[in-house]
């Protein structure tokens, strides 16, 4: 199929998508354009609740399998939007409406180079394409459901808005539940066990600690703060103070080590995870899809956001057009430029990839 076509079909599916409300947990009628899309190109192709996905037409089970992924839920839009979000408008060249960065123009940029592919013979590798449910609320439905019921996957490309860089790794997140306790107390008699003092001091260990571990592409592990609670009403001191802490991990810990060291050093009564599963992603810097990467010109970095990629137990690299400073923001948009050019990035990676070096 010619690229040109691609390229026109691929904004006119995200066009539909935009259109078509899609939040996390009810992205039933998304996934239906998907499948639509399938059934127009006669791929054969399967769903298991919302996630779509389809395999190339020569797959072979003795070679490995390269998964191309993104998702096609989103947030609620909020409320500084000036522009229907559900109205898909382009203007000057942007494409305007809730999903177009993230991620919708990854998730039709890769479906475009899927298909570009799917009759392709003699690759290295297999090719999976898989458009996933509840990627911004990390559900149990998404990626993480389908991973049970697709082949094994060797290594994988996560879309996400990255102005077509290569982000070789990715933070992990652990958020953390963590307890001050003290002597309750009426509060005109003393106290000199009053646990919203003593959170003063565990805010101060919180604000300067630092893990000794640096990651050369991910820099610092960044703990933060980000809730606090404590008492109901103004003569009673409470009994306890509860924070929140969001801890992004760089890949030179796992979620749990994490969890370890704080369990044992930070100055609180009690502190929890919330979940261990999202952790650090990277890819090796030589790894062949890199280097391909590189030789066409594309900038390498480290990403702080999250993706379906810490679900994911192989190598994996986040790429996709767009930019993720655009997502979740009012009147998100997309260049259409970015678009069709993603699409043709993409195809030059992988026909360097997939037709040269293996790229386990």
Same mark, same amino acid.
């Given at each position: 199929?010619?690229?040109?076509?691609?390229?026109?079909?691929?904004?006119?599916?995200?066009?539909?998508?935009?259109?078509?409300?899609?939040?996390?947990?009810?992205?039933?009628?998304?996934?239906? $354009?998907?499948?639509?899309?399938?059934?127009?190109?006669?791929?054969?192709?399967?769903?298991?609740?919302?996630?779509? $996905?389809?395999?190339?037409?020569?797959?072979?089970?003795?070679?490995?399998?390269?998964?191309?992924?993104?998702?096609?839920?989103?947030?609620?839009?909020?409320?500084?939007?000036?522009?229907?979000?559900?109205?898909?408008?382009?203007?000057?060249?942007?494409?305007?409406?809730?999903?177009?960065?993230?991620?919708? #123009?990854?998730?039709?940029?890769?479906?475009?180079?899927?298909?570009?592919?799917?009759?392709?013979?003699?690759?290295?590798?297999?090719?999976?394409?898989?458009?996933?449910?509840?990627?911004?609320?990390?559900?149990?439905?998404?990626?993480?459901?389908?991973?049970?019921?697709?082949?094994?996957?060797?290594?994988?490309?996560?879309?996400?808005?990255?102005?077509?860089?290569?982000?070789?790794?990715?933070? #992990?997140?652990?958020?953390?539940?963590?307890?001050?306790? #003290?002597?309750?107390?009426?509060?005109?008699?003393?106290?000199?066990?009053?646990?919203?003092?003593?959170?003063?001091?565990?805010?101060?260990?919180?604000?300067?600690?630092?893990?000794?571990?640096?990651?050369?592409?991910?820099?610092?592990?960044?703990?933060?703060?980000?809730?606090?609670?404590?008492?109901?009403?103004?003569?009673?001191?409470?009994?306890?103070?509860?924070?929140?802490?969001?801890?992004?991990?760089?890949?030179?810990?796992?979620?749990?080590?994490?969890?370890?060291?704080?369990?044992?050093?930070?100055?609180?009564?009690?502190?929890?995870?919330?979940?261990?599963?999202?952790?650090?992603?990277?890819?090796?810097?030589?790894?062949?899809?890199?280097?391909?990467?590189?030789?066409?010109?594309?900038?390498?970095?480290?990403?702080?956001?999250?993706?379906?990629?810490?679900?994911?137990?192989?190598?994996?690299?986040?790429?996709?057009?767009?930019?993720?400073?655009?997502?979740?923001?009012?009147?998100?948009?997309?260049?259409?430029?970015?678009?069709?050019? #993603?699409?043709?990035?993409?195809?030059?990676?992988?026909?360097?990839?997939?037709?040269?070096?293996?790229?386990?």
């Amino acid at each position: 199929m010619k690229l040109e076509n691609l390229q026109k079909e691929a904004v006119e599916l995200l066009q539909n998508l935009i259109e078509t409300p899609s939040f996390s947990e009810e992205e039933d009628k998304t996934a239906e $354009w998907l499948q639509k899309w399938f059934e127009k190109h006669e791929i054969p192709h399967e769903r298991y609740l919302n996630n779509v $996905w389809a395999k190339n037409r020569h797959f072979d089970e003795s070679k490995p399998t390269l998964l191309l992924n993104s998702h096609h839920d989103t947030v609620k839009p909020n409320k500084a939007y000036t522009r229907n979000p559900f109205k898909a408008k382009i203007e000057d060249g942007k494409l305007f409406g809730l999903g177009s960065n993230d991620a919708g #123009g990854c998730l039709v940029s890769l479906l475009a180079t899927f298909t570009y592919f799917y009759q392709a013979e003699n690759l290295n590798h297999n090719l999976i394409f898989a458009g996933t449910a509840e990627e911004e609320t990390n559900g149990k439905n998404g990626i993480s459901s389908l991973l049970l019921k697709i082949p094994k996957i060797d290594v994988a490309i996560v879309g996400e808005p990255t102005l077509m860089s290569l982000a070789i790794a990715e933070k #992990g997140l652990v958020v953390f539940d963590a307890k001050v306790k #003290g002597r309750p107390s009426h509060a005109a008699h003393p106290n000199d066990d009053n646990c919203i003092y003593k959170s003063a001091k565990a805010l101060q260990w919180f604000e300067k600690y630092q893990f000794p571990k640096v990651s050369e592409v991910l820099g610092e592990v960044k703990l933060t703060v980000t809730q606090i609670k404590a008492g109901t009403q103004h003569n009673v001191v409470p009994a306890d103070v509860d924070l929140v802490i969001d801890v992004r991990v760089n890949d030179k810990y796992t979620n749990a080590e994490v969890a370890e060291i704080l369990q044992k050093e930070a100055p609180v009564d009690e502190i929890i995870p919330r979940s261990l599963r999202l952790n650090s992603s990277s890819i090796p810097k030589d790894h062949a899809l890199v280097k391909a990467g590189i030789d066409l010109g594309m900038e390498t970095y480290g990403s702080p956001t999250l993706s379906d990629q810490a679900m994911l137990s192989c190598s994996s690299l986040k790429l996709g057009p767009g930019d993720s400073t655009r997502s979740h923001s009012a009147d998100e948009f997309i260049y259409v430029r970015e678009i069709e050019e #993603g699409i043709e990035k993409y195809i030059r990676l992988l026909k360097k990839a997939l037709r040269t070096n293996s790229i386990e």
